[in-house]
Every structure is written in structure tokens, then in C-alpha cells.
């Protein structure tokens, strides 16, 4: 078995164990974030359409990366980020905010809600998985 | 009312056709995205092909094709607001609907210019602006895009897209691809959405 293999291997095998929520009202933008991540790592995913959704998956699924978007139906991203930092577990999780506005207004909004990183609509799958496996390879 | 003959509609078989037909494509965008190495710059278009076909697919199924155009218009493309516009057979009415929050008097603007907006270019011929300035027309009522959708071989409408989002410095390459897209499928998915669920959305008479 080469090196090289070897490599993949190990990397794949630890991709797996890592858990990413997917959170979009939008089912254009899941699905585009769902083949990208499907398709091209081995990252289990969880779905939520809405920011309560959001919240209560993130209490029960304990994902290890959260990607949210932030204007959404019963509970906005910027909401939902607050209240997913209250709870001890979530609190080191990194959120990723999708936001189609990317002035620096909203972003600031989103970095004192507690997000990590952003991303700007349209998505750009290819980014989108560089930077998750940036987060979640720092985290081993 | 429009009398039956005027109406449109396809038959089951070529409404089948078409959920295959976009299941396919969707199918063959993924494929495409999985074969490249992920820095490859068509990425991009395959993921969001992927997506706007198989948001499209899903639409017939649920008989809201306007919503898909829109979600694509906003997410996939990056238009803050958007408008379809649908003529009549007899081409003596056009139907319109909006987006979320579209701008009234940008409504109204659209209304007074509907037809030639439809009849400016001919069926199959896309306006991006600042790529396609000699149509001063539509730049002088502010919109970014316009794509004409056609049924049964003759031009029925038009999907206008206004204020592109603040991070996009303008529409690519990609952009490009994915109009296309819904110029060649829109006419048929609402067509196809009407004979699937025996009616017509609200707002128009197709």
C-alpha cells in the first residue's frame, strides 16, 4: 500500500467521525452545500431548515461544524447563533454563517452573534469545502 | 378567461420527459463536479447547474415553478429582486409576479414596458448587462439580466433580474450558463407544472 494511500485512508477515516449541520431555508443552497460535501468528503451531515430547527439539532446531534444561514423563517442565523453559544456543549463549535449580504454591517452582526467564519451567497462549492475541512482538520 | 384553445399545457408523456429530462441533467452536473479535482474552475457551474435542475425537477413536482425561479435568481445568481412575466397566446396581456419585497414602482415601470421588454431580442437571446450594452432599452430601466422563455416554438415571456447582491461585481461566465438553463426549461416547467396539478398559479393565464 503506498504512502499516498495511506494518506487518503486515514483522512478519510477521520472525516467520518466528524458531524456538520447544514442549516438553509433554501433548498437551492442545501443542495448545492449537500453534493459539494456528499460528493467530495466523507463528513456525515445533519439538515435544518429554520434556526429553531437549527438550535434543536445542534442540542441533540452535537455536530463538530455548523453552516447557517442567516435570514430564515422562526428564528434568524444571528438568533440562533446566540443561542446555540448559551449552551455549554456548542460553545467551541465553529459556525460558519451564509449570508447573501456581505456588507461589513452584516458581518460584524454576525461575528458578535458568535459566528466564526462567513461565507457569501452565491456559494462556491469549492471554497466552501476548503474552508470546512480547514476548521475540522484543525480540529484532528 | 382565456378560451381552452388558448390555454397551454403538454401532455403527460412530454411532462414525464421533462422530470427525466432535468433528473438527468442533474444527475450528469454531479457526476461532472465529482470527476473534476475540486479546484477546477468549472466547480462552480456544475454545483449550481446541479442545483438549479434539480430545483427546477422539484418545482414541477410541487407545481411552483415561479418560487424555483426566484430561489435561483436569488441564491444561485445573486439578484436582489426578480420578475417573471408571461403573455397571453393572443400576446394581448402580460401576467406578472415578483419576488419577495419586489419594489412597486419597479413593478409598475415593468408593467407600462412589458411587451417590448418581451419582444426586445429575439426567443433564445440573453441580456447580461454591461456585457451587452447596445440594449440601452433594458439598462435604462435598470436590469441587470433578462432571459425570454418560449412554449411551443413562440416567445411567451420573460424573467427580469434587478440589483445584484453586493459582494458580485457583476454576472460571469457562470452566471451566463444558468440563465441559459432557465431559458430553455422555464417555458416547459410551467407548462409541465400546470398539466401535473391542473391549474395555473394565480397571477396568470399561460
Not at chain 1, 456538520?20 to 460528493?39: F, K, N
Request: negative net charge.
Amino acid at each position: 500500500m503506498s504512502n499516498t494511500h495511506y494518506e487518503s485512508q486515514k483522512k478519510t477515516t477521520r472525516q467520518s467521525d466528524h458531524k456538520i449541520l447544514l442549516v438553509d431555508d433554501s433548498s437551492t443552497t442545501l443542495l448545492i452545500e449537500e453534493m459539494m460535501l456528499r460528493q467530495h468528503t466523507q463528513y456525515e451531515l445533519v439538515l435544518a431548515r429554520d434556526g429553531k430547527e437549527a438550535v434543536e439539532k445542534a442540542i441533540a446531534e452535537q455536530p463538530n461544524l455548523i453552516l447557517m444561514d442567516v435570514i430564515m423563517p422562526r428564528m434568524n442565523g444571528f438568533d440562533a447563533c446566540r443561542e446555540m453559544r448559551r449552551h455549554e456543549a456548542l460553545r467551541k463549535v465553529p459556525i460558519i454563517m451564509v449570508t447573501s449580504r456581505g456588507e461589513s454591517y452584516n458581518i460584524e452582526q454576525g461575528f458578535e452573534s458568535g459566528c466564526n467564519d462567513y461565507v457569501t451567497k452565491p456559494i462556491d462549492g469549492a471554497e466552501l469545502v476548503e474552508i470546512v475541512n480547514g476548521y475540522l482538520m484543525a480540529q484532528g | 378567461m382565456i378560451s381552452k384553445s388558448e390555454s397551454i399545457s403538454i401532455s403527460q408523456a412530454s411532462l414525464a420527459d421533462l422530470e427525466r429530462n432535468l433528473g438527468s441533467l442533474s444527475s450528469q452536473y454531479m457526476r461532472w463536479s465529482v470527476e473534476l479535482p475540486l479546484n477546477h474552475e468549472k466547480q462552480t457551474v456544475w454545483a449550481r447547474l446541479y442545483s438549479a435542475a434539480n430545483t427546477l425537477r422539484q418545482a414541477v413536482r410541487e407545481g411552483a415553478v415561479e418560487n424555483a425561479i426566484f430561489e435561483i435568481g436569488s441564491n444561485l445568481i445573486g439578484c436582489e429582486q426578480i420578475a417573471l412575466l408571461v403573455t397571453t397566446k393572443k400576446q394581448d396581456r402580460v401576467d406578472f409576479i415578483g419576488s419577495a419585497e419586489f419594489d412597486p414602482k419597479r413593478l409598475d415601470t415593468l408593467q407600462r414596458n412589458a411587451k417590448r421588454i418581451i419582444e426586445e431580442a429575439p426567443a433564445d437571446s440573453i441580456f447580461i448587462e454591461a456585457t451587452d450594452k447596445d440594449r440601452s432599452f433594458l439598462s435604462s430601466l435598470g436590469i441587470s439580466a433578462r432571459i425570454p422563455f418560449s412554449l411551443d416554438s413562440a416567445t411567451r415571456g420573460a424573467i427580469v433580474f434587478f440589483d445584484l447582491l453586493p459582494q458580485r461585481k457583476g454576472l460571469d461566465a457562470v452566471d451566463r450558463e444558468l440563465l441559459q438553463l432557465l431559458c430553455t426549461y422555464t417555458g416547459p416547467c410551467l407548462a409541465a407544472s400546470k398539466t401535473k396539478h391542473q391549474k395555473t398559479p394565480g397571477w396568470v393565464q399561460l
